[in-house]
């Protein structure tokens, strides 16, 4: 059995710059992407979040810079971006929880309705006496629940792979 020699610092520093780039260029775009539809349709508090959370993809992006120009301070600017960001949808999943708005969930379920699938499903959970809004009320709930918990899991596990990776991109600037 073969082991593979550990990567270089070097090797190292180069993936972090590479996943921060992905990472908060998709961030920037999609919360930017969703923050001009929410302001196109008249919502200025989802325009808000969104710019919020857009904010976190500048933020690593800028870290991602500092360390590209040599200033080792870039990953702490990357593992910052990670807790705004896991603060800023923790505190819109509890926002939405606590103002719950069941309008818009409601004309997606009849368009769903249309689907014999659904029409079974739906009519499976009828059976068990459950009522329109009951439905539509775990659903609102577990979706936000379920994003709340996925960001916990990916926004730490990035905060972390920066933190472990300090070191080797440390050493990787003073090499060069």
Known sequence: MTTTPPLLAHEIYV?????????????LGLAGFFALTAAGAGNVQ???????????????????????????????WLVRSQFYLLLMMLGYCGWRLTRIDLEPLRAAFQIALRS??????????????MTEDQFLQQTYTLTYVLLAIATLIYQ?????????????????????
């Open 116 to 129: 014999p699938m659904m029409q079974k499903s739906w009519a499976a959970n009828q059976e068990m006496g």
């Open 46 to 76: 989802g325009a808000l979040v969104g710019v919020l959370i857009a904010l976190a993809g500048a933020l690593e992006l800028h870290g991602a810079s500092m360390l590209r120009q040599g200033d080792a301070r870039g990953i702490d």
């Open 15 to 27: 993936r972090v710059l590479r996943i921060a780039r992905l990472d908060g260029m998709s961030v």
């Open 156 to 176: 730490g596990g990035m905060a972390l792979y920066y933190l472990r990776r300090r070191d080797p991109v440390t050493r990787a600037l003073a090499e060069e």
